[in-house]
């Protein structure tokens, strides 16, 4: 079945450094990628909604630039955490779409990447 | 209103008992409606889509009420595997495309 993959799975950082997640759909091509944060014993929320050579699309509350999303091709998308703080340490997921429009889910997540910012 | 919102729990269950997980959406144009189940510390995992007529696999019954934007699931014979959180998952097309997590009711299963 379709995979999408995540890496890194988990990644521990000093304060103030960038750090980069990638999100590959593995045997599809995905239009539309989600990116989520989930704090601990919190629910997961939607940081963006990325579609292939566009501009991502930022929920309220996000900050755009800190957290930039490149999705320059059907297989991938990316998320920079710039300057990352000791608040940014959560549990990032993407999620990959086939397509919008025809109401079906973005069914496939990766496994997640676990940030620490110490 | 939240836009999805769901039974806080937690539910604690003795094996072989039958648990129902509630969840209310606010957003009437919603289209798919999904169950997903996480385990601890990790990535969600489809557990089944939720259909107008409503649908059953195995031990596990969806169900999906449109007039009054609530959507259930339905364990039987709840076994120790069981354990994890729920969630309900709603997606919006259209311009505002996107997939709405509920927080999670979380499920343990006792021996």
């Known amino acids: 079945g379709a995979v999408v993959s995540q890496h890194p799975s988990w990644v521990i950082c000093k304060s103030g450094t960038s750090v980069k997640i990638e999100c590959r759909s593995l045997?599809?091509?995905?239009?539309?990628m989600f990116w989520y944060r989930q704090f601990p014993k919190k629910s997961l929320m939607l940081m963006a909604t990325s579609n292939e050579g566009s501009k991502a699309t930022y929920e309220q509350g996000v900050e755009k630039d800190k957290f930039l999303i490149n999705h320059a091709s059907l297989t991938l998308s990316t998320l920079t955490v710039t300057s990352a703080h000791p608040e940014d340490s959560s549990f990032y997921i993407c999620?990959?779409?086939?397509?919008?429009?025809?109401?079906?889910?973005?069914?496939?997540f990766g496994n997640g990447t676990r940030l620490t910012v110490t | 209103r939240k836009e999805v919102e769901q039974d806080p729990g937690p539910f604690n269950v003795p094996e072989g008992a039958t648990v129902a997980f509630n969840c209310t959406y606010s957003?009437?144009?919603?289209?798919?409606f999904f169950w997903y189940r996480q385990d601890c510390r990790k990535e969600p995992k489809l557990l089944m889509s939720v259909y107008s007529s409503g649908n059953e696999d195995g031990r596990f019954t969806a169900q999906l009420n449109r007039a009054s934007q609530y959507i259930s699931l339905l364990i039987r014979d709840s076994k120790l595997s069981d354990s994890a959180t729920y969630l309900c998952?709603?997606?919006?097309?259209?311009?505002?495309?996107?997939?709405?997590f509920g927080k999670g009711t979380l499920l343990t299963v006792n021996p």
């Open positions: 957003n009437s144009a919603s289209q798919s």
């Open positions: 998952v709603v997606f919006s097309g259209g311009s505002n495309y996107k997939l709405t």
């Open positions: 999620s990959a779409s086939l397509g919008q429009g025809a109401g079906n889910s973005p069914l496939h």
């Open positions: 045997d599809f091509q995905a239009t539309t």
